[in-house]
């Protein structure tokens, strides 16, 4: 019986949120003239050290052509200055800028101190931020930008394109079984309280008129200093359905696991700014269904009735179909891996208690000790 319940449990929270997805998925800014990315740069902070680092960028640029391109690499990374100067060649008849920056000071989170010193290039034109493994599809950014017009900031939703390599489709599922439910289901009640700093688009205007980055430099997490510069100020924030893609090399399990720690970390900052109410919301909504599946299998596996397995089976089948389901809405494709699915879900309770009990995560090439988001420095 016991069985039963959570299966019913689970289920119930699966099918709520996939309804509230697909109607914040209808209401979101939709694609409208592509034509206006000519009035656009797309800002990215880059380092080498990725094998599809060139191919990423270049993607962008073919993609976007009406678009200008500021990309800003560090003083001690010689690779990735040569991919830069390798594609302005190549390109030549492409705007694009490379800004060689030195070391960010002590406690500056080191992507928001990029993008400082672009926005001094973009003027007023619109500043689209974009991370150097992400490449933007110009109807994404065409919904993006018709967001503008009744907010002052919007964000896309991330998609996972896997490497082939079980740790690279284990980080896959995660982010595409997860972004949607996770990103639209609370827009039916409050506005986002965050954007994915994976691909969101400012007006130049905007950036100045709050100060610029300046203001939230000390913040660990980027996208959310961002969000809330633009919250506080009385902005709003817009969240798209329209996906950007996203493929790291994922070099090993241990890479994996320190990717996931930062995410789950980022989160746990993120939930601390909420008030009593979202914080309610998003833990039952995002928290409890991993739970939920780990007590619907531990109690089939200690009943063995034929009943829980059958509530524990039809479990697995509905959460596949649902899953797939609003993939195919959202991302126009299925990308639905079961095993893995399954795994990258029953792993987040652990990847949630490793956020909670370390303090040190790894991001890009620095360890940073983190005791909040605005309380952080470089760990030996």
Known sequence: MIALWLAGAYLTLLIVKAALTLRAARLAPQPGDEKAADDVTIVQAILSGDPRLRETLEENVRALPGARFVWLIDEDDPAAGGVCRELVARYERTPIDVIVMPPPPARVNPKLFKLEAARQLVGHRVFVVLDDDTRMPPESLSAMLAGLSASQLTTGLPGYVDDGRWPSKLLAEFVNNNAALTYLPLLNIWPPPTINGMAYAMRGATIDGLGGFT???????????????????????????????????????????????????????????????????????????????????????????????????????????????????????????????????????????????SNTIVWRTRRYRVRGDRSFELAS
């Open 215 to 357: 203001p939230v430099m000390d913040r660990l997490t980027d996208d959310l200093a961002v969000a809330r510069l633009v919250l506080d100020a009385g902005g709003r924030v817009a969240q798209t359905a329209s996906p950007h893609w996203v493929q790291t090399t994922v070099t090993g399990h241990a890479h994996y696991w320190r990717l996931m720690h930062r995410w789950m970390l980022f989160g746990r900052l993120l939930l601390a700014r909420q008030g009593p109410l979202q914080q309610a919301a998003i833990i039952v909504l995002n928290a409890l269904p991993p739970l939920l599946l780990w007590a619907v299998v531990a109690a089939t596996a200690v009943t063995r009735a034929p009943a829980a397995l059958g509530a524990a089976l039809l479990v697995i089948a509905l959460r596949a179909c649902v899953i797939a389901g609003i993939q195919r809405r959202v991302y126009g494709r299925w990308m639905h891996r079961p095993l893995y699915s399954l795994a990258s879900e029953w792993l987040m309770p652990l990847h949630l208690a490793h956020a909670f009990v």
